[in-house]
């Protein structure tokens, strides 16, 4: 089948991955929109409007819009029967991961050894201290880095492999028509120009829906020979990603962190629970995936310092810890910003867990 076929047949409603995977493997050699209509509805019996979708070639339209859109923007549509098609994704264990993948960038998706690194988007510090530690020793082993682009540990590792000359994949939510969160499009741009890659299993027009991101977790999971997670609540995207990883039969390493930090609980949940395996270097992930050994290397500094903030962002802090409690419009008065700049300064303090939001819109440092 063409690009066009394959773009076409995984745009059927009621289609689904697994289904598209087991039409094409049992007519390896036809065009499934060359399919006699009786043969079609036989096929699929109770089911005929996926033959008659088929038959009539309705998503061709659709599929054609795409395709255009990938030639113009340098995007590989890849099809599970594809070369070029990240292998780990055609195992048995993982039959629920998608049959088709849109690719902007030439990252090598079956890259020798990978590792996933998964966290809460409200990341503190010490969270990314952690995150660039784990892959500044994972250089060594010359590991292509996967995550989510999202807020957070997901940023926090793309941008840790991309500084230490590691590729990065960035697994997306979406189309690739847009970048989310759009404060991390120029992070994006810098993956794509070093040597890594965003994918995504949805079409451009894709709009942002939440039920997407745990969809793209079971990717980021499979992807992985390992995932580790940094930080993370009981609750989150991050553990779902790390039940996913083991059920492909992957391993997941977790970073402990104090009982009293409440982005330590979900780690430490995992490995008290033996769902995760305690990750003290990346010697650890060498050592369970059987890879050469690239020397004994330090352990993590769980407790290091946590790294300074910026000047903006130090200057809020300071206001606020100087006056207990402030509005937006009293921050940016005090500290000579204009509006939207103070109230991104105070979102990206929150995020860090410096601050937190009182009844009437208060902002008080912690």
């Known amino acids: 089948m063409t690009a066009l076929s394959h773009i076409a047949l995984t745009l059927i409603p009621s289609l689904g991955n697994a289904s598209v995977r087991r039409l094409v493997e049992a007519y390896p050699d036809e065009d499934i929109f060359a399919l006699p209509k009786a043969e079609l509805k036989a096929a699929f019996g ?8 088929i038959a009539s070639k309705r998503s061709h339209a ?23 098609f990240p292998q780990r994704l055609n195992r048995p264990e993982t039959g629920d991961c998608p049959a088709l993948l849109y690719v902007l960038g030439r990252a090598d998706l079956d890259a020798e050894r990978t590792v996933s690194v998964v966290g809460t988007r409200r990341a503190t510090p010490q969270g990314r201290d952690m995150t660039a530690q784990v892959i500044r020793q994972l250089k060594a082993y010359n590991t292509p880095i996967m995550s989510g682009l999202a807020y957070g540990i997901d940023t926090a590792a793309h941008t840790a492999a991309l500084d230490q000359g590691l590729p990065t994949v960035a697994v997306l939510g979406h189309g690739l028509d847009r970048i989310y969160p759009p404060s991390n499009r120029g992070l994006a741009k810098r993956i794509v120009e070093e040597g890594g890659a965003l994918l995504t299993e949805y079409p451009s027009g894709t ?10 977790n079971r990717i980021i999971a499979a992807l992985g020979d390992a995932t580790v997670v940094v930080e993370a609540s009981e609750k989150g995207g991050a553990l779902i990603t790390a039940a996913i990883a083991a059920s492909y039969q992957r391993d997941v390493f977790a970073v402990p962190g104090r ?7 979900g780690c430490n949940n995992l490995i008290a629970t033996n769902r995760a395996l305690l990750l003290r270097s990346a010697d650890d992930i060498a ?80």
């Open 62 to 84: 659709r599929a054609e819009e795409e395709l255009r859109f990938c030639e113009q923007n340098g995007i590989r549509p890849l099809f599970f029967t594809d070369p070029d």
């Open 287 to 366: 050592f369970h995936l059987g890879w050469p050994q690239a020397g004994q290397q330090t352990a993590l500094a769980l407790d290091a310092e946590p790294t300074s903030l910026p000047p903006a962002e130090q200057r809020v802090l300071d206001l606020l810890r100087e006056h207990e409690r402030l509005t937006l419009d009293e921050v940016a008065t005090l500290a000579q910003l204009p509006l939207p700049r103070a109230a991104s300064l105070l979102f990206n303090l929150e995020m860090l867990q410096r601050v937190h939001t009182l009844p009437g819109r208060l902002y008080q440092a912690r």
């Open 259 to 265: 009982l009293s930090d409440p982005y330590s609980r």
């Open 46 to 53: 109770a089911h005929a409007d996926i033959a008659e979708s």
């Open 207 to 216: 709009a942002i829906n939440p039920r997407h991101f745990p969809a793209r």
